[in-house]
């Protein structure tokens, strides 16, 4: 097999699907059959200069794929498959990779430049492979081009995979051969994988950036090298300037003046992608002050010895006059790309950001440019103006903003409703969206909705909601914020008026045939569950009205293809009118003649075997559903459980065995002991589930969660379960305990788990309670109390 590797390599590449099949087929079953010799082979095709470029580039890919998959379980189950390899043929395949970054082809050795960096992510942190740096700073001093480029962008990927595992001296020398290469001596193509290595090398230089001649000689290569004739090198340099004022804000005085007056030339001159990057700088230093203020404003500001420069207010003056510029460079066709990103709506971005940082600050200098731009003729002034103002509405005080606010808001109305530019129209409806998420709610001392002006706003909302796509999407986001700020006035809602209107017109949205360009069919469903979630008693009739008219609406997706979106949609409104209708007593009474019905329409939503989005919507809905019927939801188990089991199954879409873990929950409080029939086949599935490797780790906190909702639902039929939960629990305590403070995603997800625990500890023992069952706990008692003890530390 191993001579014949380069054909059926080529022929897995072939247009002809019958031979692309049959090859597929034969390098797996080289693979299952002999792995280390098809690793070799892939190797040794990679690194022969006589093999066709398409074979060695796919060899590369397949051997890079076999040391690393995005599932955290087949990632480890890779990792351990790689490290048990005889130590010959790992050494062979790693000289075989080396030996490839000396290939004339580009696409050999850029492939085999990731195949390292993925066996130094494993190999380096065990300490293995201590060889490897050294040979690839050999190789920086070779004399050709496409040699050192190799190299380079080796040492960046190396720095992308690698967290831990390479000592200071190395990173000094990886640093110092980077820097080399970034000099404007070399030819470009080096520069510029130089110059993408420091940017991933960047994590490991913290005590570079402590050494004053150090961080000053590397801060200098990086702004020599944002004036490379070359655009990528530009761009690749503002990205490390991104990158170094978020890692190494507090380092930042020194240079704060020569960022500014680079970023502005740039932003100012330079080409978008470069322009793009500069403006992120003033973003990134906004995010970190931004942050730096809350905690110092905080519970830690004592234990905290960050300190805020305040560079963004230093900069004010000359920082917003040049955001503002950029608002004028719109695309004609922004509004209708949802991916959409330039320089005009990176500048508002930023523009929000400083006003978010600044506060009042901000507001004189922006004031300005609104008043003379919002009523030009030419459209891209009053876009601009109506940006403006919509990004600086968070951040100041709503004292500074609300007489502005009042001002406006009828020339913003009219504006939505009147002008013949559909671009001003999209940011007019954002805008007002901000203002009534901002500025608008019981808390506001000054209303922005008065009785005398609120039918005007939902007459030009509704209106706007005909409007084309993205109009009508950012009218419906308007409404949704208005909705939310009438939440807490008191039993009559100013839009209580408006309550069937509203209704109407977001269920007229959602059956517009251009309802699934710019989000707006989405868009209309989370309005209308925003405007039911508010409510108060008085439209309570109307929602219940509601209820056959939703149920229809997912009837007919099930009598139609490629429907999930809608029906994901239509089962978490269902949701919020079942929670809704189910938090009074009389009301609940009213919405039970329906339940039947509901439950059957979720039933059949679950047999069309749908995406794993409308499986969680529909559990979610079950889970409210729940809450209403109580005990009564005993007669849907029969038919309901196969699906329950089917979602705790379900390991590959995570998200749903969280969820239906979740419902699990909901079904124990509800049934209580009548949930009893099923829990040996849930709490199977359950402890299968913890025991599998293939489990995404954030469903365990569910599952243990699970466990104290079962016990406290069967009381003490839990003790058959004991002898196996319990050690589970033990050992994810321990878990907690040594992986905890690592970064901030494990330390979250420690929490959580912790969290976990304590539920299930707390159901299990309140299950128990004087029962005479109750001393079968007591050898559990101690590892109990040590949990408790140790989370006090």
Known sequence: MATEVTQVLLNAQAVDAAVRKNAEETLKQFQEQNLPGFLLSLAGELASNEKPVDSRKLAGLILKNALDAKEQHRKLEFVQRWLSLDVSVKTQIKMLLLQTLSSPAAEAWSTASQVIAKVAGIELPKKMWPELIESLLSNIHQLPAHVKQATLETLGYLCE????????????KILTSVIQGMNASEVNDVRLAATRALYNALGFAKENFNNNVERDYIMRVVFESTLSPDIKIRQASFECLVSISSMYYEKLAPYIHDIYNIAAKAVKEDEEPVALQAIEIWSSICDEEFDILEEIDGDFARDSDIQCFYFVKQALP??????????LKQDEDQDQDDSAWNIAM????????????????????????IEENI?????????????????????????????IVNVALNFMLAALKTDLNSHVRDTTAWTLGRIFEFLHGSAMERAVITPENCQQIVTVLLHSMKDIPNVAEKACGALYFLTQGCEDVGPSSPLNAYFQEIVQALLTVTHREDGGESRLRTAAYETLNEVVRCSTDETFPMVLQLVPVIMMELHLTLEREKQGE??????????VIIQKLGAMEATKNAFMQYADQIMNLFLRVFSCRSAATVYEEAMLAIGSLVYVTGSDFAKYMPEFYKYLEMGLQNFEEYQVCAVTAG??????????????????????????????????????????SCFGDIALAIGESFDKYLMYAMPMLQSAAELSFRSSGADDELSDYTNLLRNGILEAYSGILQGFKNSPKSHLLAPYAPHILLFLDRMKW
Not at 161 to 172: F, K, M, W
Not at 346 to 365: F, S, W, Y
Not at 667 to 693: F, N, V, W
């Open 663 to 704: 419902v699990v929950g909901d079904i124990c409080r509800g049934l209580e002991h009548r949930i009893l029939p099923y829990c040996d086949a849930i709490m199977t599935q359950l402890l299968k589930d913890l025991s599998s490797s293939q489990l995404h780790r954030s469903v365990k906190p569910s599952i243990f």
């Open 375 to 403: 009523a030009r003729s030419d459209w891209r002034q009053r876009e601009a103006a109506t940006y403006a103002f919509g990004s600086i509405l968070e951040g100041p005080s709503p004292d500074k903003l609300m007489g």
């Open 566 to 575: 809608l029906q994901g949609l239509l089962c978490g409104c269902l949701q």
């Open 318 to 327: 000359a920082l917003v006059p040049m955001l503002l510029e950029t608002l």
């Open 346 to 369: 990176a500048g508002g971005t930023c523009l929000g950001l400083v006003a978010r940082t600044v506060g009042d600050d901000i507001v004189p200098l922006v004031m300005p440019f």
């Open 161 to 172: 995979e690698v967290s831990s595992g390479v000592e200071q001296d190395n990173v000094n």
